[in-house]
């Protein structure tokens, strides 16, 4: 992994406080006054630089000062301590947001591709659990080999909105792909949020604000490309402040789908700006259509199909082998799945998941007698 800067502010030292500023300072001073004093008073005539040779507990004892002094001093290390505190970017927040914040000083990692082998066989390794997925991996695929081929510090994916029937696995395929690149995954539903609240985070001001997902991701890992799935985002309600202004899911992501908005990104509960360039968005949708035109034009939609039955059925039978499964139940759970009753009502990779856990269930349960 390599490292980048992520957040733009400054930390200092906690260990230079206002006391040892001003202990700094008295000793600094003490040593420019020494200079005015023989040398023949500090030290044996054979020694040089007989000031740096001195001791504190010497100096104490030789250079005394005035409360003008320590006046002075203390004057020049308040100065120095709000200045310090308006370079770093953070005066505005409390001491524990401070803190939280401090994990990013050094910057945070990036999920990178070793080579473009490597990204053929991460490619290879979707594109067998999900073959119906083909047109998603690919714009996967291409992204990870441009990542090693013009030499990033790490991989970088436009966002993708995946567009399609319910039940086909969009966002099972996005819970792969982070799983296969060993990133962090976020699972938004975009149904159950409030607004753009639950990815961005609520203002301060706002009632009970709070950071959204998407930083408390990277705070918490540290990883600055982590996979940010929005499931169903085109049901996406909208809030409404108390003054009347609406502010909807799609509004809070376009700066964070436009590269250039996204490097400095301002976190509306913390203020202050971080690189979300990296994050890897997947968004999912049953009809695009509904979407406003200005995300559309950030997120082309990849046009997904139904499955068919032996890409259905191919599924459950790798599935059943991962999970140990009898090779009678997977066949049993294969031929439910073909009967002509079904076919009219297209069963969906949801169902077939539901049937292999119930499987699981009734052969791992404990023996009835």
Known sequence: MSTIPFIEARFFDPAEGRIELETRLMRH?????????PPNLLAPPDEVDAPDKVSDADLMGIVRFGDDDESRVKRRVKRLMECRKAASGLEHLKRDDRERLEVLKDGARLIRIHSEHHADELAAALHEDMPWM???TEVVWHAMRRSVREGWPGLRMPPLLLDG???IGKSHWARQ????????TTVIEATGENASFGIVGSQRGWGGSYPGRLIETVLQSRIANPVMIV???????RATSTNGHAFGLAEALLPLLEPLTARRWSCPYYQVKFDMSWVIWVLTSNDCRLLPEPLLSRCPPIR???LTLAELTGFVRREGAKRALSETAVEAICEILAHPSLRQHRPSLRVAARMLQRAAD??????LH
């Open 29 to 37: 001073l003490r040593k420019l006054r020494c200079k005015r004093i």
């Open 134 to 136: 083909a047109p998603a």
């Open 165 to 167: 029937p319910p039940g």
């Open 177 to 184: 792909l982070g799983k296969l690149l060993i990133t962090p």
């Open 231 to 237: 499931d169903e985002i085109e049901k996406a309600g």
């Open 304 to 306: 997904l199909r139904h």
């Open 362 to 367: 009734l052969e791992q349960g404990p023996t």
